[in-house]
């Protein structure tokens, strides 16, 4: 069973197109994230969701914008594309502070990888 | 602020022998976690070993072991018996207790020679 999936795993669009990457956890966790990987391999947090609240949002343009109709999703949504959007996103999701043992723990799914043409 | 550096951008090591990854990182916190994730060419991240800062006792899974200095702010990996399948990036992460956030270092590119 896959833990933090996310769709699509590939997407290539025209700079200016508005797109989303769905994020889909079953691991009965609370707490979902977005973070960005740049072409230098280096990984940033962008967002943190906690029971469908915003907890963490770092500047990021706001041409994206996060949604989450529930606990068990995060998805991302990206107005007006730029050449500079083009990386691998990643979903990750873990327990709230203090409700499990593994709670600090951050569990990632497969990666989104953006192409704007 | 936090950081989190990983000063070796690539290794190398031959099969079946011993490589340690170095990390350090900057926090004034005193309770907080350490990782190292692993991101195969696949690029799923994949949790390799967690270590809480309270415990001195270093944490071990398998062939992976790390090297805790909380002084010195250090979190190194070692990978024993290395394999062809341990070929990857490896990033050091850093979360604070009370924050959400994973800050990661950069990466060091791990090449497993057969």
């Known amino acids: 069973d896959t833990a933090v999936s996310q769709t699509p795993k590939y997407l290539v669009t025209q700079m200016g197109n508005d797109k989303s990457i769905k994020c889909e956890q079953n691991?009965?966790?609370?707490?979902m994230y977005w973070y960005k990987q740049d072409s230098k391999k280096f990984l940033k947090i962008m967002f943190s969701?906690?029971?469908?609240?915003?907890?963490i949002n770092e500047t990021v343009p706001n041409r994206f914008s996060p949604k989450s109709p529930d606990k068990a999703h995060l998805n991302l949504h990206i107005n007006s594309l730029e050449l500079g959007d083009s990386a691998v996103y990643f979903c990750?999701?873990?327990?709230?502070?203090?409700?499990?043992?593994?709670?600090?723990?951050?569990?990632f799914g497969p990666g989104t990888r953006l192409t704007v043409l | 602020a936090q950081t989190v550096t990983q000063s070796q951008p690539e290794m190398s090591v031959q099969e079946a022998e011993t490589v340690t990854l170095s990390c350090t990182y900057d926090?004034?916190?005193?309770?907080?976690?350490l990782f190292w994730y692993k991101q195969p060419p696949s690029r799923q991240m994949i949790l390799v070993i967690r270590?809480?800062?309270?415990?001195?006792q270093n944490a071990t899974e398998n062939r992976f072991s790390v090297n805790f200095q909380k002084a010195a702010k250090s979190f190194s990996l070692k990978i024993s018996d290395s394999q062809l399948g341990d070929a990857a990036m490896y990033f050091c992460?850093?979360?604070?207790?009370?924050?959400?956030?994973?800050?990661f270092g950069k990466g060091t590119r791990l090449h497993i020679l057969p």
């Open positions: 990750a999701s873990s327990h709230s502070p203090g409700l499990a043992p593994d709670t600090d723990t951050q569990y």
């Open positions: 691991l009965g966790h609370d707490t």
């Open positions: 969701y906690n029971n469908k609240e915003l907890i």
């Open positions: 926090t004034s916190e005193s309770d907080y976690y």
């Open positions: 270590q809480e800062a309270y415990k001195q």
């Open positions: 992460a850093y979360r604070a207790n009370r924050d959400d956030k994973i800050i």
